[in-house]
């Protein structure tokens, strides 16, 4: 008598699933993920803003979505280990550090184009927000070691990327134009002309790096956790000196702030008050930052490649003004950090010896760059004709797209904290009636931001009709 089939990989994940009850908070089930992932591919940077390209960011935000709902929950990480599997996370590095690229070089051209006035700026939108969303997929995934080995080579350059974020934040850049953000637009007040709107773009787009810079340094703890790769140890220490950026980082410190005598930080993605029995309180960040120090400088081979000389180890050594009892009690493991710190102090390790290694490179970001190079312009001016410049039936059909890729009760799972209000900003317990897409407190803020919200709230209600109707059709 022939034996049953044993269920294939997906299968038993997708009983795994089912049996669990889990199908009702879901974004997509284990089957849809898989072709998801399979049809991940590389883009070139004209063919970002594409139909093409759109089809794939929708799959990545439900993928992004899926494995935080996943991890969240403890539940069998289903999109980390397809991922995984079909050697995809190169790729999501790879269209990461392609639209930093896109944001750094045909972004500001676009802004400057005298022929461009963009009716709506949402298509552009969405492409910056694409960088948030596949480094924050990355940081959900990389948290597991089997991920930071399928990266393979692409751990350099996510290495690279990292370093580039980390800079900025020591700079204060991206902490300013958040700042700016919350001052200029506090309660999100509507832009009317094309000039102002591609202006209110730009400084989104600003303050967005703030955010993305904060992803990035969960992301170097995680390679900091798993990397055994002597190329990438070489890369940290010796080429971009992570050690001495994180002690910076420590000194800095871009997510706190002074505020009108109060101490805020920032934290679930804004500014937030912070009482004064927390004030030494650690952060996420805060402790993502000292793991990152403590795996770097107990490591032996980090150790070994790494250039102890009369600079890097003063800037160090201002790590042991900050190592207090009640740091040290929030995170014990730092007590090795502060005594290997102590005998830093009456020491002088020797120089990295001079060997013959042959070192991997990163090559994405240089790749990109070189075959592109002189085409800026006509990339831009390429994509404002082709791209960035939709009739108001595709950008419908993109809304259409994208309101089927969030959902509203999942998202809602997602949050942090509560919702706030479309007009005043306080906690809201309230939705639109016709649209379900905007919060409110009371019928007051509502009447009140009706006309903000109206142009949207059209938009989002026929798209939403025309979905239910072609489902009911196809039933």
Same mark, same amino acid.
């Given at each position: ?26 974004? @997509? ?74 944001? /750094? ?6 802004? /400057? ?15 910056? !927000? ?71 773009? /730009? ?153 013959? @290694? ?83 407190? !009371? ?23 025309? @979905? ?8």
């Amino acid at each position: 008598m022939p034996q049953p089939a044993m269920p294939s990989k997906m299968g038993r994940l997708f009983l795994e699933y089912w049996w669990n009850d889990d199908m009702d908070t879901s974004v @997509i089930l284990p089957f849809e993920a898989e072709g998801f992932v399979q049809s991940l591919e590389a883009f070139s940077l004209k063919e970002v803003g594409s139909e093409r390209w759109f089809r794939q960011h929708a799959h990545i935000e439900k993928l992004n979505m899926q494995a935080i709902l996943n991890a969240s929950a403890v539940h069998d990480e289903f999109v980390k280990e397809l991922l995984v599997s079909y050697g995809k996370i190169p790729v999501l590095v790879h269209e990461m550090i392609l639209v930093q690229v896109w944001k /750094q070089k045909v972004f500001p051209i676009l802004c /400057q184009l005298e022929d461009f006035n963009p009716k709506d700026t949402f298509p552009l939108y969405m492409v910056i !927000h694409h960088e948030a969303t596949i480094i924050n997929l990355l940081e959900t995934i990389m948290y597991h070691k089997d991920s930071c080995e399928a990266a393979g080579d692409s751990v350099l350059d996510l290495v690279d990327y990292c370093h580039r974020k980390l800079t900025l934040l020591v700079s204060k850049a991206t902490r300013e134009a958040a700042t700016a953000q919350d001052q200029r637009n506090p309660k999100g007040k509507a832009v009317a002309s094309s000039a102002d709107l591609m202006s209110a773009l /730009q400084m989104q787009s600003a303050a967005g790096e703030f955010e993305i810079s904060q992803k990035a340094v969960s992301v170097l703890r995680f390679i900091t956790d798993h990397t055994e790769s002597i190329s990438v140890i070489k890369r940290m220490m010796c080429t971009h000196n992570m050690p001495c950026v994180l002690v910076q980082l420590i000194v800095c410190c871009p997510w706190s702030r002074c505020k009108d005598g109060e101490v805020e930080k920032y934290i679930n993605g804004r500014w937030q008050k912070i009482p004064v029995d927390d004030h030494l309180k650690m952060t996420k960040l805060d402790g993502q930052v000292w793991i990152s120090l403590y795996n770097l400088l107990l490591n032996e081979d980090c150790q070994r490649n790494y250039d102890f000389n009369n600079f890097n180890k003063n800037q160090l050594l201002k790590l042991r003004g900050f190592m207090t009892e009640v740091l040290i009690d929030q995170l014990p493991n730092l007590v090795e950090l502060q005594r290997y710190l102590a005998h830093l102090t009456v020491t002088d390790p020797a120089p990295p010896k001079k060997e013959l @290694i042959l070192e991997q490179i990163p090559e994405i970001w240089n790749h990109i760059v070189r075959q592109n190079s002189g085409k800026w312009k006509a990339i831009a001016k390429y994509q404002v004709k082709e791209t960035f410049s939709p009739s108001e039936s595709e950008l419908k059909l993109l809304a259409e797209r994208l309101y089927q890729v969030y959902n509203f009760d999942v998202m809602e799972s997602l949050l942090p904290e509560k919702p706030k209000c479309g007009s005043c900003g306080k906690e809201a317990a309230k939705r639109c009636s016709r649209c379900q897409g905007e919060w409110y407190c !009371h019928r007051e803020c509502q009447v009140k931001h009706w006309s903000k919200h109206k142009r949207a709230c059209q938009l989002i209600t026929e798209v939403t009709g025309k @979905i239910q109707r072609d489902l009911h059709v196809n039933i």
